[in-house]
């Protein structure tokens, strides 16, 4: 059973980064079916997927173009999770965030296993 | 970006009726399309990938239909525990993207 376990704070100041990481368990963070994604949902935006991390022979990163310039998606292997990484923060940076799993695989087009989501509100 | 349209924005039907509910897309995503539920307080759930391909452990009173531009996720008979909000999402191969509907929500009449 794949698990993805979220940290990160929840309380980011304006013009600052955001940093998030998703354990995960169950799976590898290398798979080479797998794409590890950043998702974030807000009242004003709804669901909007920011970018994704995957390794086939070697790793790819996309990423949304509404972030393209702010965003840094990463693997970490060493401790088979991978994180988040969003620069200079306005309050419209404000949703929920949540990590997701994508498996050609096993789901397709969909995204089979979420964590479990961290509000994180940018406020001074 | 390719958007998706979901209809009706709520939908309002009692345990046991016949739900359907539309998405379209504003271009061809071939067959490239998944439906989720999503409760209060809880990450969207994978019901249907691929346009018609239930998820791991779905109920099979959820069936998704449809290609192109057009998609249907249909529950068979409504159960109480089925009352939330559905999202379509589409996975874009060029350039590699991921969008979601706007969502309808699924209420007890």
């Known amino acids: 059973q794949v698990q993805l376990q979220q940290s990160g704070p929840g309380l980011v100041k304006p013009s600052q980064t955001l940093s998030l990481t998703c354990a995960i368990s169950?799976?590898?963070?290398?798979?080479?079916?797998?794409?590890w994604n950043w998702i974030r949902q807000s009242p004003s935006r709804g669901l909007e997927w920011l970018g994704r991390?995957?390794?086939?022979?070697?790793?790819?990163?996309d990423y949304a173009v509404s972030v393209k310039s702010r965003i840094t998606i990463n693997p970490d292997t060493s401790k088979n999770q991978f994180s988040l990484q969003l620069n200079s923060v306005t309050p419209e940076d404000t949703a929920v965030y949540y990590c997701?799993?994508?498996?050609?695989?096993?789901?397709?087009?969909?995204?089979?296993?979420w964590g479990q989501g961290t509000l994180v509100t940018v406020s001074s | 970006e390719i958007v998706l349209t979901q209809s009706p924005a709520t939908l309002s039907l009692s345990p046991g009726e016949r739900a359907t509910l539309s998405c379209r897309a504003s271009?061809?995503?071939?067959?490239?399309l998944a439906w989720y539920q999503q409760k209060p307080g809880q990450a969207p759930r994978l019901l249907i990938y691929?346009?018609?391909n239930r998820a791991t452990g779905i109920p099979a009173r959820f069936s998704g239909s449809g290609s192109g531009t057009d998609f249907t996720l249909t529950i068979s008979s409504v159960e109480p525990e089925d009352f939330a909000v559905y999202y379509c999402?589409?996975?874009?191969?060029?350039?590699?993207?991921?969008?979601f509907g706007q969502g309808t929500r699924l209420e007890i009449k």
């Open positions: 991390t995957l390794y086939r022979s070697k790793w790819y990163n």
């Open positions: 691929d346009a018609s």
């Open positions: 169950g799976d590898s963070v290398s798979s080479n079916s797998a794409a």
């Open positions: 999402q589409q996975r874009s191969n060029w350039p590699p993207s991921i969008t």
């Open positions: 997701a799993r994508g498996d050609i695989a096993v789901a397709g087009t969909g995204l089979d296993y």
């Open positions: 271009q061809s995503v071939g067959s490239f």
